[in-house]
């Protein structure tokens, strides 16, 4: 069957053509009008910003780091320096094969293994964009090689960087402490401060001791450079330079010369020394044995040395002059002779037995005096010459805890004396609310004061614990006639621009309200132990009048009854020994705290650092063998003083 003829229709055709057409034209149209709108956007609104973006890749900031500030001691000499020298440093970013490029480096330069353990710890700590060090100071000659051969090496630069130097290294190093390569922490502390703006570019911030506390002052202001740069991000010409502002200078109220001495006189024995000017708080030598050297953890401690450093059993890491607490043996009979005398215990003409043995009233327990025989009939002033155990436990036991706590705590014991350093312990005044807090989570037997608590206490022994940075505070009041000043290490801020100095005044903090009277009494008792007492022999051919206290403080108890034998203990279980003195004593000039630890009697030990210390600085007496001096310092181990209550 035939199919049936289609017609076109024409007509219809060109409606569906014209219809295609207008929406293609619109299509274009609104094409041009997004474009249009675009290029108004990008080139007419946005004009600005993308103008300082533009602008921004041509010109880079790169921050010019300041010179840290000196610190140097009273006399001017120089503790902690800055010194340039070359690095090799590496971006890993930049390198394709970083083994291959360590493995070449090699033959150019001497790379030890702790720098590359440093560097594996760096590279896991830092981001992959920044430049690491893979070898600090460099010498001429490795620089050289490196450099000639850089175009080897893309992603490996040499740089000529500061680096800190603390020239003393041990003798200073629980003073200035150190500065370390900026971590997180110390990033996040910079943000919360609102500091990060001053750090662009900075390596290293101070960790501990004063270059951590005076950081501000010693660290100084960044600066900037406007450099213009190509395509490739290379350095095309210098537009604008900000200089930095560096650090200011610390100067110091220590003395170098007497810090080693006293290190020296202090040979391999552990222990510390604080002396401090009595009419200033400005101190004069701050030791603590053994030490560390600082210039290690510049660019950051590797890990075995780190372990070696905390493992050391003689804890080289302890600050402990500020840390360290320690019972003060007789040599805090002194202040509670002023207690004594302050609260009307005793007075100065009282004369009161002083026998072998003092028993706990109502009890049989024995507290016994180092002279088996007693000393006899004495009064306050020949005890604290002759250190008698047995008259100060029962001045304690008559005056009781709640006497002694308030009249102690003048002399800063159990607080802190606010050091310009962080990290100071508080110690242990102790007192009936203080026993109850320690004891606070044990049966309340255990929390209660019992009145034989107070009996030890009274000879330095039992629960008091006192650093020696407070014991050289305390003796610098009793030496002041109780004027009290803040201790202080930092005594001028000098201005790198001007020039000029802030200097820290040594402004009296409070007057101790005790009657002079009382003062010149005790001090004239101390002035007795170097001349008829415990430290007579150690006084012979003294040209200045010294006052001073020797103490044995004890570290383990022993049983009643039982006789201590030093000899038959562990090192470290033996008696510390302390010394306290000042001099000259109407005018005094230098205080002085002195523990030297587990080295027994004070007068044998510690009493002799003190005595040949105060001829150098007073005097100006350098003796010629130290340890010989000290073996041949004539000293009194027998009358030393009884602090061993059995």
Request: net charge positive.
């Given at each position: 069957?035939?199919?049936?003829?289609?017609?076109?229709?024409?007509?219809?055709?060109?409606?569906?053509?014209?219809l295609?057409?207008i929406?293609?034209?619109a299509?274009?149209?609104l094409?041009?009008?997004?474009?249009?709108?675009?290029?108004?956007?990008?080139?007419?609104?946005?004009?600005?910003h993308?103008?300082?973006?533009?602008q921004?890749n041509?010109i880079?900031?790169?921050?010019?780091?300041?010179?840290?500030?000196?610190i140097?001691?009273?006399?001017g000499?120089?503790?902690?320096q800055?010194?340039?020298?070359?690095?090799?440093?590496?971006?890993?970013?930049?390198?394709?094969?970083?083994?291959?490029?360590e493995?070449?480096?090699?033959?150019?330069?001497?790379?030890?293994?702790r720098d590359?353990?440093?560097?594996?710890?760096?590279?896991i700590?830092?981001?992959?964009?920044?430049s690491i060090?893979?070898?600090?100071k460099?010498?001429?000659e490795?620089?050289?090689r490196?450099?000639?051969?850089?175009?080897?090496?893309?992603?490996?630069?040499?740089k000529?960087?500061?680096?800190r130097?603390?020239?003393?290294?041990?003798?200073?190093?629980h003073?200035?402490?150190?500065?370390?390569?900026?971590n997180?922490?110390?990033?996040?502390?910079l943000?919360?401060?609102?500091?990060?703006?001053n750090?662009?570019?900075?390596?290293?911030?101070?960790?501990?001791?004063l270059?951590?506390?005076?950081?501000?002052?010693?660290?100084?202001?960044?600066?900037?450079?406007?450099?213009?740069?190509?395509?490739?991000?290379?350095?095309?010409?210098?537009?604008?330079?900000t200089?930095?502002v560096?650090?200011?200078?610390?100067?110091l109220?220590?003395d170098?010369?007497?810090?080693?001495?006293?290190?020296?006189?202090?040979?391999?024995?552990r222990?510390?020394?604080?002396?401090?000017?009595?009419?200033?708080?400005?101190?004069?030598?701050?030791?603590?044995?053994?030490?560390f050297d600082?210039?290690?953890?510049?660019d950051?401690?590797?890990?075995?040395t780190?372990?070696?450093?905390?493992?050391?059993?003689q804890k080289?890491?302890?600050?402990r002059?500020l840390?360290?607490t320690?019972?003060?043996?007789?040599t805090?009979?002194?202040?509670?002779?002023?207690?004594?005398?302050?609260?009307?215990?005793?007075?100065m003409?009282?004369?009161?037995?002083a026998?072998g043995?003092?028993?706990?009233?109502?009890?049989?327990?024995?507290?016994r005096?180092?002279?088996?025989a007693?000393?006899?009939?004495?009064?306050?002033q020949?005890?604290?010459?002759?250190?008698?155990d047995?008259?100060?436990y029962?001045l304690?036991?008559d005056?009781?805890?709640d006497?002694?706590?308030?009249?102690?705590a003048?002399?800063g014991?159990?607080?802190?004396?606010?050091?310009?350093?962080?990290?100071?312990?508080?110690?242990?005044?102790?007192s009936?609310?203080?026993?109850a807090?320690?004891?606070?989570?044990y049966k309340e037997?255990?929390r209660?004061?019992?009145?034989?608590d107070v009996?030890?206490?009274?000879i330095?022994?039992?629960?008091?614990a006192?650093?020696?940075?407070?014991?050289?505070?305390?003796?610098?009041?009793?030496a002041?006639?109780?004027?009290v000043?803040?201790?202080?290490?930092?005594?001028?801020?000098?201005?790198?621009?001007?020039?000029?100095?802030?200097?820290?005044e040594?402004?009296?903090i409070?007057?101790i309200p005790f009657?002079?009277?009382?003062?010149e009494y005790v001090k004239?008792?101390?002035?007795?132990?170097?001349?008829?007492?415990?430290?007579?022999?150690?006084?012979v051919?003294l040209?200045?009048?010294?006052?001073?206290?020797?103490?044995?403080?004890?570290?383990?108890?022993?049983k009643?009854?039982?006789k201590?034998?030093?000899?038959a203990?562990?090192?470290?279980?033996?008696d510390h020994?302390?010394f306290?003195?000042f001099?000259?004593v109407?005018?005094p000039?230098?205080?002085?705290a002195?523990i030297?630890e587990?080295?027994?009697?004070?007068?044998?030990?510690?009493?002799p650092?003190v005595?040949?210390?105060?001829?150098?600085y007073?005097?100006?007496?350098?003796?010629k063998?130290?340890e010989?001096?000290?073996?041949?310092?004539?000293t009194?181990?027998?009358?030393?003083?009884?602090?061993l209550?059995?």
């Amino acid at each position: 069957m035939p199919q049936p003829t289609r017609f076109k229709n024409p007509q219809a055709e060109d409606s569906q053509f014209q219809l295609r057409l207008i929406v293609a034209y619109a299509l274009i149209v609104l094409m041009f009008l997004v474009l249009l709108t675009r290029f108004i956007w990008l080139q007419v609104l946005q004009h600005e910003h993308f103008s300082t973006l533009a602008q921004n890749n041509r010109i880079s900031l790169v921050p010019i780091l300041p010179n840290r500030g000196l610190i140097l001691d009273r006399n001017g000499v120089v503790l902690a320096q800055n010194y340039s020298a070359y690095t090799l440093e590496l971006t890993p970013s930049k390198i394709a094969d970083l083994a291959a490029t360590e493995a070449e480096l090699r033959k150019l330069v001497d790379i030890t293994p702790r720098d590359e353990r440093q560097f594996k710890r760096l590279l896991i700590e830092s981001k992959n964009f920044e430049s690491i060090p893979l070898k600090t100071k460099l010498s001429e000659e490795e620089a050289a090689r490196v450099a000639a051969q850089s175009w080897r090496f893309p992603g490996v630069e040499v740089k000529a960087r500061l680096f800190r130097d603390y020239p003393f290294k041990e003798m200073t190093s629980h003073v200035l402490g150190y500065i370390g390569r900026i971590n997180q922490r110390d990033k996040e502390r910079l943000e919360e401060e609102e500091k990060t703006a001053n750090y662009k570019g900075s390596n290293y911030i101070g960790k501990t001791g004063l270059e951590a506390v005076y950081e501000d002052d010693l660290h100084g202001k960044v600066g900037f450079e406007e450099v213009e740069t190509d395509s490739g991000g290379r350095a095309v010409r210098s537009l604008r330079r900000t200089p930095p502002v560096n650090g200011n200078t610390l100067k110091l109220a220590l003395d170098i010369r007497l810090q080693e001495m006293a290190d020296k006189l202090f040979g391999n024995r552990r222990g510390a020394l604080v002396a401090i000017e009595p009419s200033t708080g400005g101190v004069l030598a701050f030791l603590s044995k053994p030490g560390f050297d600082p210039n290690l953890f510049i660019d950051g401690i590797d890990t075995q040395t780190w372990t070696n450093l905390n493992n050391d059993w003689q804890k080289p890491m302890i600050n402990r002059a500020l840390r360290g607490t320690y019972p003060p043996g007789s040599t805090f009979k002194p202040f509670m002779a002023m207690a004594a005398l302050e609260n009307h215990a005793i007075g100065m003409r009282d004369i009161r037995p002083a026998p072998g043995y003092f028993t706990l009233p109502g009890s049989s327990h024995q507290f016994r005096d180092s002279k088996k025989a007693g000393n006899g009939m004495i009064n306050l002033q020949r005890a604290i010459e002759v250190s008698s155990d047995t008259f100060f436990y029962k001045l304690a036991w008559d005056m009781g805890i709640d006497k002694i706590h308030p009249a102690l705590a003048q002399f800063g014991l159990g607080s802190k004396s606010g050091i310009d350093l962080d990290g100071e312990s508080i110690g242990v005044l102790p007192s009936k609310e203080w026993k109850a807090r320690r004891f606070s989570r044990y049966k309340e037997e255990f929390r209660r004061w019992y009145p034989a608590d107070v009996v030890s206490i009274g000879i330095g022994q039992g629960f008091n614990a006192y650093t020696p940075l407070q014991m050289a505070n305390a003796t610098a009041i009793l030496a002041n006639d109780g004027q009290v000043f803040k201790p202080h290490l930092v005594q001028q801020v000098v201005d790198t621009r001007s020039g000029k100095a802030r200097i820290i005044e040594p402004m009296p903090i409070r007057q101790i309200p005790f009657k002079q009277e009382n003062f010149e009494y005790v001090k004239r008792g101390m002035e007795g132990v170097m001349t008829r007492g415990t430290g007579a022999r150690l006084g012979v051919g003294l040209q200045y009048p010294m006052a001073g206290k020797t103490g044995t403080a004890q570290v383990v108890q022993i049983k009643q009854g039982a006789k201590y034998n030093a000899a038959a203990l562990a090192e470290q279980y033996r008696d510390h020994s302390w010394f306290i003195a000042f001099a000259p004593v109407d005018k005094p000039r230098i205080a002085v705290a002195v523990i030297v630890e587990n080295a027994g009697f004070g007068a044998a030990a510690a009493a002799p650092i003190v005595r040949a210390l105060f001829d150098y600085y007073l005097l100006g007496k350098v003796p010629k063998d130290i340890e010989g001096t000290l073996k041949t310092m004539p000293t009194d181990t027998a009358n030393d003083n009884a602090d061993l209550p059995n």
